[in-house]
């Protein structure tokens, strides 16, 4: 029978390439760019899988590196608190107000949203009715110039029309 120590680390190499990542992220983009750079002086394979990994993974454009990381570590997704606010908080007097809230909260929005959707209507209305009404102007002020012109005009083409 064998017996067994846990004198290596857990993991492999998976977590080693994990622990120099998030080492790299704490010390930021420039870490990265030089590792990169000192990827490219020992073994130039090496120097174009770190920029590879870089471009790939959004380090090289990302604001900073642990910006990133903290970011998806701590969970700050909308989804996530919008999921949170459905759920009770076991205050039943705070569940019925926020319930509530919520309720009043959507119809006042569905509420502006049929008045922009009205005030919209009406604005395309009235921007149609005055380019009509510069349509009919045009076209009566050419009418009554090609009556004063007399006969023997061309009087085929108007403004607007092909």
């Known amino acids: 029978m064998y017996t067994t120590t846990d004198t290596a680390r857990p993991g492999g190499i998976r977590t080693a390439f994990r622990r120099s990542e998030a080492w790299l992220d704490q010390r930021g983009k420039w870490a990265w760019i030089a590792t990169m750079v000192l990827g490219f002086i020992i073994f130039w394979p090496v120097g174009l899988a770190l920029l590879a990994y870089m471009i790939w993974g959004k380090h090289m454009f990302a604001r900073s590196c642990g910006h990133r990381r903290n970011h998806d570590q ?6 996530r608190h919008a999921m949170r606010a459905a759920q009770p908080t076991g205050n039943r007097a ?3 107000y926020k319930a509530q809230a919520l309720r009043r909260l959507e119809e006042e929005q569905e509420a502006f949203e049929t008045f922009l959707q009205r005030l919209r209507s009406s604005k395309d209305k009235s921007e149609f009715d005055s380019f009509m ?3 009919a102007r045009a076209t009566a002020a050419q009418d009554t110039a090609e009556t004063e012109a007399g006969p023997g005009t061309d009087t085929t083409s108007r403004p607007g029309e092909y």
């Open 94 to 96: 705070f569940d019925d």
């Open 133 to 135: 009404d510069e349509r």
């Open 74 to 79: 701590w969970g700050h997704h909308w989804g």
